[in-house]
């Protein structure tokens, strides 16, 4: 699985992707991964009221990447604790909560993506 930000011909990088650059408005054409780079800690809080199926306390990350550049935010948990300036790495987890947890149906709740692990 990849983490995807999304570049234009200008090269305004973007993340997550959308059709059209919202800098510039030229269509993005090159998808970048993420999960391949290193980036740094802008921001972290942690979540107390989480929703059912998710841990508590749940970290929540602001993380910039650099790309020959041009830099890009991506939100995410975080693995452990982390503070601000901390060089992380993505790592994808195969379930972001618990689907059984909550009142809808189970399938509609497995969730995989990405969490930040510390590198330090």
Known sequence: MT?????CPNGHVT???????????????ETIDLSERTGKVLT???STAT??????????????????????RALGGATE??????????????????PDAGIRHPDSQEWDGYRFEPLS
């Open 51 to 72: 929703p059912p199926g998710m841990r508590s306390p749940n970290l929540i990350t602001i993380v910039e990447f650099e790309i020959d550049g041009e830099s890009v």
């Open 3 to 7: 983490l995807d930000a999304h570049r």
């Open 44 to 46: 972290w809080t942690e």
């Open 81 to 98: 604790a982390v503070e601000i300036g901390d060089e992380v790495r993505p790592v994808y987890v195969e379930e972001l909560r618990d």
């Open 15 to 29: 993340y997550p992707g959308h059709q059209l650059c919202p800098e510039c408005g030229e269509e993005q054409t």
